[in-house]
């Protein structure tokens, strides 16, 4: 799974500066969009199961921080041989990498 940082940077600001975003944060309208520009295949349920996992704070926004975070530990796990899920957010992880796998351009 390969991510350009420097895009993703570049369109979370310009989304987050505008409607769609919220004092240089998203909401999930604004993260579906940078998802869709930065390769993502595919939006829905997925989109936001992943949008809930990267809001660290729980407070319905996702930083650049979160964002950036989420991503790389997304692309980590992507490079790691996967033992057994161990618990549900564990299985969630599991699942948004395989799905981040299929649906960005590798």
């Not at 310009?14 to 869709?36: H, V, Y």
């Not at 993502?40 to 989109?47: D, H, N």
């Not at 992943?50 to 809001?55: C, K």
């Not at 729980?58 to 790389?72: A, F, H, I, P, R």
Request: no cysteine; glycine share 10%; proline share 5%.
């Amino acid at each position: 799974l390969a991510l350009d940082h420097r895009k993703v940077q570049t369109e979370f600001r310009r989304i987050a500066r505008g409607p769609s975003g919220r004092r240089g944060q998203l909401r999930l309208p604004g993260f579906k969009l940078l998802l869709k520009r930065i390769g993502w295949k595919e939006g829905g349920a997925l989109a936001q199961r992943l949008f809930q996992a990267f809001d660290k704070d729980k407070n319905g926004e996702v930083s650049l921080d979160e964002m950036q975070g989420g991503l790389t530990a997304l692309a980590d796990e992507a490079q790691l041989d996967r033992p057994q899920p161990e618990d549900h957010k564990d299985v969630l992880v599991a699942v948004a990498v395989r799905s981040v796998e299929e649906a960005l351009p590798l």
